[in-house]
């Protein structure tokens, strides 16, 4: 009889679905023991001599994984298999130990490359049964023993080859300065101390997902930030029909926002083949705060960030710039929050200072000839407001009060002149977007009732 790897990896999964974790085991071994580079037939031996009461070969197994997903720099597949040693509650200091090693790979790189997620999947092998083929061995004793021999023997190096540990590859035991050049960048977890790393994976969530199934819904007020482990997901809106947005893939971290506000989602995440994620709720990093208070900062401090760098990539304001030049521009603005209801600049009035929008809306008006109050646009995220007064040296043409709470960036007035004359590109958009407001202006104020779209923005 002949099967392939393949059909074992399926085999074994519907033997667990099914509670036959012996027969899980039996074919998730055989895999290892002809396809030693495949990463996943060692977790699900780790997972099944989990569930026939054998923790600590368990968790030896999934350390011995996770180790030579580091050595082949697959940062967050080694964490996804420490979350997993967790579960079996023995060992719990050595899977602490391991991370704390994991940290200094990761913490604080923002802008380095990201991880590598996950070793690219053998080629799939037939097999042909023979006197080694664990298929064929009766003995569950025997079985126990083969299959967790093979898997605490093989290791998947940076190329994917089966190998012992190689000494001459950095790994987690390294020197500083082999560490410093192996560092890469993994979302959310690249900026927590080491102790709230730790303790936040032991508390993260796991989802497993087939296509086609919505992981965030458009509209809903949800609690979790998501990093995709495995498989890709479609971002899409349903604003103006339905239009997709992105295609994400393994490494990728979504839903950051609701980690900081009670807003609801503003796009729809739906799964396009089988998918695994880690989940954050609000909740878990709540929990882990009251032993490491900090993480709540960090946190808070990671979401901003990643909001600052999609609205620096997506708005005109920066459109000119290298990621460099964007993040030397960015120190000079001050982050403020507003809340609902809250005027920002008056009418006839000299601006405090340039404002970008980073989250919220505003509405600006102004009085029109007949002395009424017009509605002359909504600002959103990546908006700006205050350049007209600003170059102009005049007084402010509009109102511009918050519809909602919401932050924004500010360059101060005393900040303005020298930052522009630093950045001549930066006051040369300035400068033509205030052409066309003050053009748009004066033609919205002489029309009764309008209100302008977005596109149509009429500022100061």
Excluded: W
Excluded at 210 to 238: A, F, K, M, N, W
């Amino acid at each position: 009889m002949s099967i392939s790897t393949e059909e074992l990896h399926d085999r074994a999964d519907e033997a667990a679905a099914a509670g036959d974790f012996v027969g899980a085991l039996r074919f998730a071994a055989e895999i290892v023991r002809v396809s030693p580079r495949d990463h996943r037939a060692r977790v699900k031996v780790g997972l099944s001599f989990g569930a026939i009461d054998r923790p600590g070969i368990a968790v030896d197994v999934l350390l011995t994984t996770a180790e030579s997903l580091l050595a082949g720099g697959f940062v967050l597949s080694a964490i996804a298999v420490c979350r997993a040693a967790f579960s079996f509650g023995v060992d719990v200091k050595r899977v602490r130990g391991l991370l704390a090693r994991i940290h200094p790979m990761i913490a604080g790189v923002v802008s380095r490359d990201r991880a590598r997620v996950t070793p690219p999947t053998p080629p799939f092998v037939r097999i042909d049964e023979t006197p080694d083929s664990l298929l064929t061995i009766e003995s569950e004793a025997e079985l126990f023993e083969v299959a967790q021999s093979l898997a605490l023997s093989v290791a998947v190096d940076g190329a994917g080859e089966c190998s012992d540990r190689d000494e001459r590859r950095p790994g987690v035991d390294a020197s500083r300065d082999a560490l410093d050049a192996m560092k890469v960048a993994v979302p959310l977890f690249s900026d927590l101390s080491a102790d709230a790393f730790v303790s936040l994976v032991e508390r993260l969530g796991y989802v497993n997902l087939g296509p086609d199934e919505i992981v965030i819904q458009q509209g809903s007020t949800g609690s979790s930030v998501y990093v995709l482990l495995q498989g890709e997901v479609e971002v899409s809106s349903e604003n103006d029909g339905h239009r997709v947005l992105a295609r994400l893939g393994p490494g990728s971290l979504f839903g950051e926002m609701a980690l900081i506000t009670q807003k609801p989602r503003s796009a729809t995440v739906r799964t396009t083949q089988p998918s695994e994620l880690f989940e954050i709720d609000r909740s878990v990093v709540e929990s882990v705060a009251t032993a490491y208070p900090t993480i709540v900062d960090e946190v808070v401090n990671f979401a901003r960030r990643r909001l600052l760098m999609n609205l620096m990539a997506t708005s005109p304001l920066f459109s000119a710039f290298d990621d460099d030049e964007r993040l030397q521009m960015l120190k000079a603005f001050v982050p403020q929050v507003i809340e609902a209801s809250q005027v920002v600049i008056e009418e006839a009035v000299s601006a405090p200072g340039l404002h970008l929008v980073l989250e919220g809306e505003f509405e600006v008006s102004a009085i029109d000839p007949a002395g009424d109050r017009l509605v002359l646009a909504y600002l959103r995220a990546g908006d700006v407001f205050g350049e007209i007064s600003l170059l102009a040296e005049r007084k402010t043409t509009a109102t511009v009060r918050a519809t909602e709470k919401s932050v924004v960036l500010v360059l101060e007035k005393n900040r303005f002149d020298a930052f522009i004359e630093a950045h001549p590109r930066l006051r040369a958009y300035l400068a033509t977007l205030s052409q066309e407001r003050m053009e748009g202006n004066e033609g919205a104020l002489s029309q009764e009732g309008v209100v302008l779209e977005v596109d149509d923005l009429i500022i100061l």
